[in-house]
């Protein structure tokens, strides 16, 4: 029985697993390493991994790949922590792989997941927000996934609420103050020295340092996220990737920025974390594999 390959490709990690085509989404790891240097690193890695699976299922019928950036079909148009692949069609690098690639924005592959099977399935109308080494968000609109004119459309890790500040044409303001690189740098600012996990293990234990350096990324999330629910009147908003793990710690000074940039009638919009995790990424590529070229199509 044939099986359907994902490949979830961050700015620092690429995940492989593999699932049956259909039924039950049964996710069978392949392994984890760290993130291709170059075109053709990742066309060894994606046809070794296709070959596994050949001969586990005997088959693959189609490979779905996150991307840390903007997708066009099947073009890489920007992958601002994987330069290399700017520009690239992944149907062709990727040929090695002996069957049909399908490529998303990895946000949007996460909101797929949480649609289809997780935290916003049977919702019609979603946000959501993932916040790893960088920050990427999506969005779910009458049961399609948002994708604009050329891939980038709900790109909230772009949000600036601070006019004075300079751009940077590569690195998300957003991500700047709250994903998990900046975490790790302000906790390696604290004594001793912590990494964000560390950061957010001082926070719970009530470390006041700790609890301002969340309380400073939390109230930037939350202005973001402000903006995004007063433009689109959502069911739910959804946090996902690694720092969905903190949501505990996150969630009071999030709801009180909210509740202090909405109005009354979008302030008791749900949080909530992701019911996928760290896996939703890896999820989303199965199931747009399993859907095809249109996976955004959730509810059709």
């Given at each position: ?26 996710i069978e790891p392949l392994g ?188 930037a999330l939350g202005t973001a ?45 749900p949080v909530r974390a992701g ?26």
């Amino acid at each position: 029985m044939t099986a359907v390959l994902g490949i979830d490709l961050g700015g620092t990690r690429l995940r492989a697993a593999c699932a049956p085509v259909d039924g039950v989404l049964e996710i069978e790891p392949l392994g984890e390493v760290a993130a291709p240097s170059s075109v053709a690193d990742l066309a060894r890695r994606v046809g070794a991994h296709a070959a596994a699976v050949r001969e586990r299922h005997g088959g693959v019928a189609r490979v779905g790949v996150t991307i840390p950036g903007l997708a066009d079909g099947t073009r890489a148009r920007w992958v601002p922590n994987l330069p290399f692949l700017d520009g690239v069609d992944l149907s062709a690098a990727l040929a090695g792989a002996g069957a049909e690639i399908v490529v998303g924005n990895d946000a949007q592959l996460a909101l797929l997941a949480e649609a289809t099977l997780g935290a916003a399935a049977g919702a019609r109308d979603a946000i959501l927000l993932a916040v790893g080494t960088g920050i990427g968000s999506a969005v779910l609109a009458e049961g399609r996934i948002v994708r604009g004119a050329h891939g980038g459309a709900c790109s909230f890790g772009w949000a600036c609420a601070d006019l004075a500040a300079a751009g940077d044409p590569r690195r998300r303001r957003l991500a700047r103050r709250a994903a998990g690189r900046a975490l790790d740098a302000a906790g390696a600012a604290m004594e001793p020295p912590v990494d964000g996990g560390g950061l957010i293990a001082a926070a719970r234990r009530g470390d006041p340092a700790a609890r301002d350096v969340i309380a400073g990324a939390a109230d930037a999330l939350g202005t973001a996220l402000a903006g995004a629910v007063a433009l689109l009147d959502p069911e739910l908003v959804l946090v996902a990737g690694g720092v969905a793990d903190a949501l505990d710690v996150l969630e009071d000074d999030l709801a009180a920025t909210l509740r202090r940039r909405l109005p009354a009638h979008l302030r008791e919009v749900p949080v909530r974390a992701g019911a996928f995790g760290a896996r939703a990424g890896i999820a989303g590529a199965l199931l747009a594999a399993r859907h095809g070229p249109t996976w955004w199509e959730v509810g059709r």
